[in-house]
């Protein structure tokens, strides 16, 4: 069974522009969580989504946002990029809502913001 | 509001050894779950503990819950370099699937 799914691997972007990140989930799973790790800090929960609604949102500013398409997979977007913005985004899946569903993430991709 | 302490963040043991990691969190909560981190690499499920008492082994490490203390442990028998890595608990509630993880322990395990 495949696993989490994230592209790109890295993505360079200059301040000011807008970044997009996939995450494909495991199939049938239908939650996706998007997680920032900056270095040197821990993960922070940015958004949740399920059923193609956006269900929770992490302490992040409006211009970290994101979709859930038909496919369960997501998008990630993050406009007028700021330097602090340059971190690890981690996706994960799990099978539903509530519940002990565990979360199983991704390989992560490397925002770096020049 | 949900806070998750970890502690040590950083960990230096000899192969061989015991240690202890420790993860407090502030309010009540459904589950807590471990997970590892190698460099550069994503997180790896280790344990999932969802009721005060909860033990589960796997190899060298054994994670423990106590809810009523909001602690949890993993606890690493006998050292070996694979062991290397960071390893980080979350804290998660049944209602809104957001999970709070702790800062992590970057643990070396040395020869």
């Known amino acids: 069974e495949a696993g989490v799914t994230q592209s790109p691997t890295h993505l360079i972007k200059t301040r000011g522009q807008q970044a997009t990140l996939r995450c494909s989930p495991i199939s049938g799973h239908t939650s996706v969580y998007w997680y920032q790790q900056a270095l040197g800090l821990g993960l922070q929960f940015l958004l949740w989504y399920d059923e193609g609604e956006e269900r929770n949102r992490g302490n992040f500013p409006p211009r970290f946002s994101g979709r859930q398409f038909p496919n369960y997979s997501s998008e990630l977007n993050v406009n007028a990029l700021e330097l602090e913005d340059s971190a690890l985004y981690l996706c994960?899946?799990?099978?539903?809502?509530?519940?002990?569903?565990?979360?199983?993430f991704g390989p992560g991709t490397r925002l770096t913001v020049t | 509001e949900l806070k998750v302490e970890q502690n040590p963040l950083f960990l230096s043991m000899q192969e061989g050894k015991n240690y202890t990691i420790y993860c407090n969190y502030s309010t009540t909560s459904d589950r807590l779950y471990w997970y590892r981190q190698d460099p550069g690499k994503s997180l790896e499920s280790l344990f999932v503990?969802?009721?005060?008492?909860a033990v589960k082994q796997e190899g060298r490490l054994m994670a423990s819950l106590d809810t009523k203390a909001r602690l949890s442990t993993l606890h690493i028998t006998a050292a070996v370099h694979d062991l290397s890595a960071t390893y980080f608990c979350?804290?998660?509630?049944?209602?809104?699937?957001?999970?709070?993880f702790g800062a992590g322990t970057r643990l070396t395990v040395k020869p």
């Open positions: 503990l969802l009721s005060n008492g």
């Open positions: 994960a899946s799990s099978k539903g809502m509530g519940g002990s569903y565990e979360q199983y």
């Open positions: 979350a804290v998660g509630r049944w209602n809104n699937n957001d999970m709070r």
